[in-house]
């Protein structure tokens, strides 16, 4: 991820006097840090293929046009366990699909499953929805992370009918599908949900180790200097 140098912010900062928008200046470095963390550095330029060997680059890149499975309602799933990149691979797509000007929503499911959740509350369910149709994709991350009481998951639940064939959706999960009847407590309903979901649906399996924690393994090791190496030379 890139980070601001002082250089940028001693730019930005005689342009922000320029421009005459002292406010701004103020807040401009809270506004960069914030979105640093929530992910905008998350591209696909930044996005290691080669740490996901059984996910094709070029089928990912294909993705990012839009018209084969945006059109038709049609969904992509990520699956794999935690670290693996699977919201980073999310936004990054989500983002470059915006760039190719279609419209497209992320969020954390819990908190849309809150905001729904409220929705319902005030009998404002059924307009909520409909107003998550302006976007032809919604990005739903970590989806196995919604608290477990039937309330939330059946709210969770109505959203995937009401965009099914439609609209599309972009999941990530750190549990298989094998696993959702654990995590949600209605079986029926989930079996239907995942029914939908998969019905028209690309799915990535990402199966691989946390990529920070590998990363973190790689750097104590240093570049090409493998394990085995260090200690037959420990031992000379
Ligand atoms: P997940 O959502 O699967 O739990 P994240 O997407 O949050 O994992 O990835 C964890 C961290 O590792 C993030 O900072 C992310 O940018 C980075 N990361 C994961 N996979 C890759 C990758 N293939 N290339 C570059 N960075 C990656
Ligand atoms: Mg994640």
Redesign the pocket.
Known sequence: ?KTTTSVDAARVELMLTDLRLPAIKLMWKKLAEQADKE?C??TLT???????PMVSKAQVMALTAGDSWLENGANLL?F????????????AVGLALVENGWRVLFVKTSDLVQRLQLARRELGLESALAKLDKYHLLIL??ITYVSKDHAETSVLFELIGSRYERHSLLI?A?QPFGEWGKVFPDQAMTLAAIDRLVHHATILE?N?E???RR?AINHKRGPGRPPAHAIIKEKA
């Open positions: 991820m992910g550095g998350k930044s996005f290691d293929f080669e740490a996901v990520l794999g366990p935690p670290g693996a990149g699977k919201s980073h691979l999310a936004a991350d970590d990530t750190n990402m691989v946390s990529y920070r990363a």
